[in-house]
Structures are given as structure tokens and as C-alpha cells.
């Protein structure tokens, strides 16, 4: 299954049109007692009008805990989604459809329930990054952040079919080697892009930085294989989810950092950590899914209530176990 790129208009807002519509956003806000999350790939300016920013686990807990009427979803469709399962009684908008994600797009229930036939005694182990329909069909659910506890909580004996994002789980594989893990060959165009290459010619500019790279990224591999060999330093090369790259970043003696995923993030970073440097190991690494939100967008979300993301009750109960999993460990 393939979705269609959106084409992204720019919104080109002057810094006073921002500030009207931050001021318009928070009222809306206010009167519908609604709760603004937003990836860590979102515009700036998104962010900036956001109760959270953070990555997908952080923003899945908030959304299981809130007392906000309504949840206002800055990011893709699959986590609006968790979060209408995970905050059943709220009302969730997603500002804009399009907002879909080619890595969720590899895989469907259908596929699952083949995968899980051939390997009947393996327990099914899927990313956040997937249809609420492919959720009903998992033991667990995980995110990048919370991977390896995952993987732990399951029995040693166990073998695990790993889905949909093949190069997470060539990293479950690096990390915990002596598992059996058989891995979906799903990707993310955005990452798979991001290569190894592009990333040692960073290096050589800035030979102090560290590099904080995304497990989804197709030059993680690449690059512990290169630091293996002795190719690469293999100080400061570390494998992080979007909120693991926040806190190492805030808590390092590094001074400069090259940061291999979406580079919506390195606002974030530049935000809450304005004393060090990040620099994109590929500036076009961008999500034109996460994009297609803007603050007209979310405006017009809160204002005319839009777009409702609802998920069938039976769905919700069958994907429950393995969410419920995904937001206690680890
Ligand atoms: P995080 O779970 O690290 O936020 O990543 C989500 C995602 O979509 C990565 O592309
Ligand atoms: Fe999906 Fe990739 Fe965009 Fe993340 S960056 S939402 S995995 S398409």
C-alpha cells in the first residue's frame, strides 16, 4: 500500500500574523478546553502554540492522562488515532487529513494476520507507527523510545515478529542479538534517505559534534558497521528516538551536535538548549506529512471542530492490551 506524498503549500506568515493567529489558537483553546500536542517534527511556529512538544510516547501518555475536553493533534494520522484509544472519552482533531505517514502505509492488518499464521508461537511486537487496525492485531506496541523495554518485558524463549519498520529492527537486532526477531521490510522515505555518506561528511566539517542519530534512519546500520571497522570514531555516535536526542543533547558535554532525523526537531532542540549547536546531517530530511499542519490549519481545527478522528470500539478494545503495554514500560 502506497499513500500520496501532499504537496505542501508554504504559509509564509509575517512574525504579526503568527502572533494573531498564536493569539487566536490559545483562545480557541481556552473556551473549548482543549489541549494542544505536537511532534517534535512540527513547524516552529506550531510548536510554539503547543501545550507539549515531544515524541510519540511522551505525547500518547499526555493524551492517556489529560482532563482537556478536547485533544488538538499536531502530527499524523496514526497518533491521533492512539490517542482517540487511549483518551476514548475526548474529543480528538487532526487539522489536516493528509497527514498520513509512508512507514504506517507499509503494512495492514490483512498482513499481519498472514505473518502471524506462518510464525503461529512468535508474539507480535509493532511500532507506533501503525493503523489502529494493525494495533488490534499486536501483543505490544512500542515506540522508538521504549523499544528495548519492550522487547525485555517479552519471555527470553520467545521468538518476535517485528513490524513495520525494518531498519528498528535491524536495531533490535544489533542490540539484543541473541533474540529471535523476525523484521517487516517497512520503511520511512524520510529516514531511509538520511545516508551515511551525507552524515561522515558532517563529520569531517565538525569533528567534535556528536551524532545523534534516529533508529528508523537507513544510515544507523551503516554507521555502527563503519565504527566497527575502526572507520568512523565511534565516540559520540549514538542511537536515540526524537525525545532520547532532547535529553542527550541537554544533558552532554558537547558543545555541537549533527542530528540524523526530521528536521523539524532541531527547533525543539534550539529552544530549549540555545547555548549549543545543532546542524542537520540532511536538510531535506523532511516529513511533508508532518507539514501539511499549520496554524490556519489548527485554527480552523478548533473553530469548526475538525477533522474528528474516531476509531471502531471493536478496534479499540482489541488494540488496548498492546497499548496499554506501550505507555507503562519503559
Ligand atoms: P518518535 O517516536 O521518536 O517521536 O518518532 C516518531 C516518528 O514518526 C519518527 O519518524
Ligand atoms: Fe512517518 Fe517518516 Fe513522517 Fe515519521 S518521518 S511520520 S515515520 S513518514
Request: aromatic share 4%; hydrophobic share 45%; glycine share 6%.
Amino acid at each position: 500500500m502506497t499513500i500520496a506524498l501532499p504537496v505542501l503549500e508554504s504559509p509564509a506568515l509575517d512574525p504579526q500574523e503568527v502572533v494573531g493567529l498564536h493569539e487566536e489558537i490559545r483562545e480557541l483553546a481556552r473556551t473549548r478546553n482543549a489541549v494542544i500536542l505536537a511532534h517534535n517534527y512540527q513547524r516552529p511556529e506550531v510548536q510554539d502554540v503547543a501545550d507539549l512538544v515531544g515524541d510519540s510516547l511522551g505525547l500518547s501518555r499526555t493524551a492517556a492522562e489529560t482532563e482537556a475536553d478536547v485533544i488538538a493533534f499536531c502530527g499524523v494520522h496514526f497518533m491521533a488515532e492512539t490517542a482517540a484509544m487511549l483518551a476514548p472519552t475526548k474529543r480528538v482533531l487532526l487539522p489536516d487529513l493528509r497527514a498520513g505517514c509512508s512507514l504506517a502505509a507499509t503494512i495492514t492488518a490483512e498482513d499481519v494476520r498472514k505473518w502471524k499464521a506462518e510464525f503461529p508461537d512468535h508474539i507480535a511486537v509493532g511500532y507506533v507507527n501503525t493503523t489502529a487496525a494493525v494495533k488490534a492485531e499486536l501483543d505490544y506496541c512500542c515506540t522508538s523510545g521504549n523499544v528495548l523495554a519492550i522487547i525485555d518485558a517479552i519471555p527470553k524463549d520467545r521468538g518476535i515478529l517485528f513490524l513495520p519498520d525494518f531498519f528498528l529492527g535491524a536495531h533490535i537486532k544489533r542490540m539484543r542479538p541473541n533474540r529471535r526477531v523476525e523484521v517487516w521490510m517497512g520503511e520511512c522515505h524520510v529516514h531511509k534517505a538520511i545516508n551515511a555518506k551525507t552524515v561522515n561528511e558532517q563529520r569531517l566539517l565538525l569533528p567534535d559534534a556528536e551524532v545523534l542519530v534516529h533508529p528508523e534512519c537507513g544510515c544507523a546500520g551503516q554507521l555502527i558497521y563503519e565504527t566497527g571497522l575502526g572507520a568512523v570514531d565511534s565516540n559520540g555516535l549514538h542511537i536515540l528516538s526524537t525525545e532520547g536526542m532532547v535529553r542527550h543533547a541537554q544533558s552532554s558535554d558537547a558543545s555541537t551536535f549533527i542530528v540524523a532525523t526530521e528536521v523539524g526537531i532541531l527547533h525543539r532542540m534550539r529552544q530549549l538548549i540555545p547555548e549549543k549547536e545543532f546542524v542537520a546531517a540532511d536538510p531535506q530530511a523532511v516529513c511533508q506529512y508532518m507539514k501539511t499542519i499549520t496554524l490556519e490549519g489548527l485554527r480552523d481545527a478548533l473553530l469548526h471542530d475538525q477533522h474528528v478522528v474516531t476509531v471502531p470500539e471493536a478496534t479499540r478494545v482489541a488494540a488496548m492490551a498492546a497499548l496499554d503495554r506501550m505507555v507503562q514500560i519503559g
